[in-house]
């Protein structure tokens, strides 16, 4: 009796085992799926507008200036949001660098000063983001950040004045199965009083130090940082322009078409069709956004490319999915437009 009640607990297990794999990979799989490629969307038009996405991650971006490079684009428009002061993303391995002559030029007196950097990593454990710290090129220490936001300090003798630069080498860059590993920086704090953040007072030397590749931080919106990254990669500052939308925690992709739409009404341009660079499953709504804030003015392509964020987990490109899908809202935003 004992054996046969254990032959049917083997049997009901083996029974939920498949009927979960049956649900997972029969249903669930093939649908997400489905609705994936239908959000992802590309549908190519004739343009002389290309639009990106200020938002999108730097490996997009380079994307994006591929796409440029080998289509008869005139003008390439960088879209976003501004934004207050916050985290700078130091997405590649590279050099932040705060340069600081004349800032103290009126220190008359030698001492120990206290040097912090406000940072974090975008993940943790033996993924955490690792970090040199340069005073005048001279290495002062070095970190492993970790997920939650704190500052990393260090002591340095000497003057103030005689400081030109204070540089953070992120040296750990890497992407895969576990993540984007990534390190964000704010400021720099000298004696816990003085303030530095990277905006307006940094550059991002990417790669080599003093390379050909640089980001010169004076911006305060999304536009105007893809706007810097790609002029970084070479682009000629008279094709790109950055339009900047105004300040929202929702409906930002709303707030980056009119902004469009309003430049569309002051500009010379003469545009023939407009094609727009979104990320994955994003993509669709801002397709939806533009048709309609622009009434279809203009033939409107849109071109998805690649999420890496998808490297994660199924599971996680499955809650993806689904918040995408549920984007069906802007339906209702849009109508009054």
């Not at 994936?36 to 004739?46: A, D, F, I, M, W």
């Not at 030397?205 to 940082?225: T, Y």
């Not at 070479?234 to 105004?246: F, Q």
Request: aromatic share 12%; charged share 20%; glycine share 6%.
């Amino acid at each position: 009796m004992m054996k046969i009640m254990r032959i049917k607990g083997i049997f009901g297990v083996i029974i939920i085992i498949a009927s979960i794999l049956i649900l997972r990979y029969i249903i669930i799989k093939p649908v997400s799926n489905h609705i994936s490629g239908y959000l992802s969307k590309t549908e190519h038009v004739n343009a002389n507008i290309l639009i990106v996405e200020g938002w999108l991650p730097d490996y997009d971006i380079e994307m994006a200036y591929k796409e440029f490079q080998k289509n008869d684009y005139k003008f390439i428009i960088t879209t976003g949001l501004k934004f207050p002061s916050d985290y700078y993303n130091v997405a590649c391995n590279g050099y932040l660098i705060f340069y600081l002559k004349n800032r103290f030029s009126g220190q008359r007196e030698s001492g120990k000063h206290t040097i912090e950097v406000d940072a974090f990593s975008e993940l943790e454990g033996d993924n955490s983001a690792h970090f040199n710290l340069y005073v005048n090129d001279s290495l002062m220490a070095d970190f492993n950040a970790v997920k939650r936001k704190r500052k990393y300090s260090i002591s340095w003798n000497g003057n103030l004045k005689n400081i030109d630069s204070v540089m953070v080498q992120f040296t750990n860059d890497a992407m895969g199965d576990f993540g984007d590993r990534n390190l964000y920086v704010k400021q720099i704090i000298i004696d816990h009083n003085t303030t530095i953040p990277y905006q307006k007072n940094s550059i991002y030397d990417i790669g080599e130090i003093h390379g050909k590749n640089i980001i010169r931080n004076n911006f305060n919106s999304c536009a105007e940082l893809a706007r810097n990254r790609l002029l970084s990669m070479g682009m000629d500052s008279s094709l790109v322009i950055s339009i900047p939308g105004k300040k929202a925690l929702i409906n930002r992709t709303l707030k980056s078409a009119l902004a469009f739409r309003e430049w569309l009404k002051t500009t010379n341009i003469d545009v023939k069709g407009i094609t727009i660079i979104s990320l994955g499953t994003h993509t669709r709504r801002t397709w939806m956004v533009y048709n309609k804030i622009l009434h279809k003015k203009y033939d409107i392509g849109i071109i998805s490319l690649p999420d890496n964020d998808f490297n994660h987990s199924g599971f996680y490109r499955l809650l993806k999915t689904i918040r995408e899908s549920l984007g069906i809202y802007y339906w209702f935003i849009l109508i009054p437009y």
